[in-house]
T-cell receptor, first 116, second 114 residues
C-alpha cells in the first residue's frame, strides 16, 4: 500500500500525559499536513511542512502542540500535558508540490485520541 | 480562501445520479474548487478538483458554472458505498505555490437509499 499511513490508529491516555503520533506520507511527497477533527465537524488545519521546513504553525492549538519532520519524510505530532478537550481524530495528509501540480492532498486514516 | 455553502444533507436512490451543489460566490480567479468525501471514521478521500473547466475522472464529474460562483459534483451511478459526508472546498493556488491547509466546512451528508 503506497498511501499515507498513521500510527497508532487509536490512543487512549490519561489527562496530563504526553502523546506522540506518527505519519508516513506517500513516497516522494514533499508536503505534509496535520489536521484535527472533532465530532460532527470538518477537519481543522493545524500545521504543514515542505520537506523538513515547517512553513505554518500559527494554527497549532496551543504551545502544548508541536510537530516535527526532521528528515523530510515521516512526521510526528506531539501533545504535551493532554486535556480532555484534546480528544479528537488527528489526520495527516501529504501532497506533491511541483511546477505543474496543484497540491492535491491525500489523507491518512487518522489517529483517534481519547483523553480520560 | 473563499467560503462555501452546501446543503446539510441529501438523499439519493441507489443507481441514480447524485448531484451535490456548492455555492462559492466570493471565489477569486486563482482559487480552485476541490471535492473530498469522508466515510464514517475514515480519513477524507480526494474526489476531484477544477479551476473553471468541467472535469471528469473515474469517480465523478465536476461542473463549474461560467461565472464560477457555484459548482455541482455528480456521482453518475450512486451505490450504497457512496454514503458519506461530501466537502466542497475552494483554495488559492498559483505557480508560486499555495499556502496553508484546506478549510473544511460541515459538508453535505449524502445518504444513498437502497
Amino acid at each position: 500500500d503506497t498511501g499515507v499511513s498513521q500510527n497508532p490508529r487509536h490512543k487512549i491516555t490519561k489527562r496530563g500525559q504526553n502523546v506522540t503520533f506518527r505519519c508516513d506520507p506517500i513516497s516522494e511527497h514533499n508536503r505534509l499536513y496535520w489536521y484535527r477533527q472533532t465530532l460532527g465537524q470538518g477537519p481543522e488545519f493545524l500545521t504543514y511542512f515542505q520537506n523538513e521546513a515547517q512553513l505554518e504553525k500559527s494554527r497549532l492549538l496551543s504551545d502544548r502542540f508541536s510537530a516535527e519532520r526532521p528528515k523530510g519524510s515521516f512526521s510526528t505530532l506531539e501533545i504535551q500535558r493532554t486535556e480532555q478537550g484534546d480528544s479528537a481524530m488527528y489526520l495527516c495528509a501529504s501532497s506533491l508540490v511541483s511546477g505543474t501540480s496543484t497540491d492535491t492532498q491525500y489523507f491518512g486514516p487518522g489517529t483517534r485520541l481519547t483523553v480520560l | 480562501d473563499a467560503k462555501t455553502t452546501q446543503p446539510t444533507s441529501m438523499d439519493c436512490a441507489e443507481g441514480r445520479a447524485a448531484n451535490l451543489p456548492c455555492n462559492h460566490s466570493t471565489i477569486s480567479g486563482n482559487e480552485y474548487v476541490y471535492w473530498y468525501r469522508q466515510i464514517h471514521s475514515q480519513g477524507p478521500q480526494y474526489i476531484i478538483h477544477g479551476l473553471k473547466n468541467n472535469e471528469t475522472n473515474e469517480m465523478a464529474s465536476l461542473i463549474i458554472t461560467e461565472d464560477r460562483k457555484s459548482s455541482t459534483l455528480i456521482l453518475p451511478h450512486a451505490t450504497l458505498r457512496d454514503t458519506a459526508v461530501y466537502y466542497c472546498i475552494v483554495r488559492v493556488w498559483n505557480s508560486g505555490g499555495g499556502a496553508d491547509g484546506l478549510t473544511f466546512g460541515k459538508g453535505t451528508h449524502l445518504i444513498i437509499q437502497p
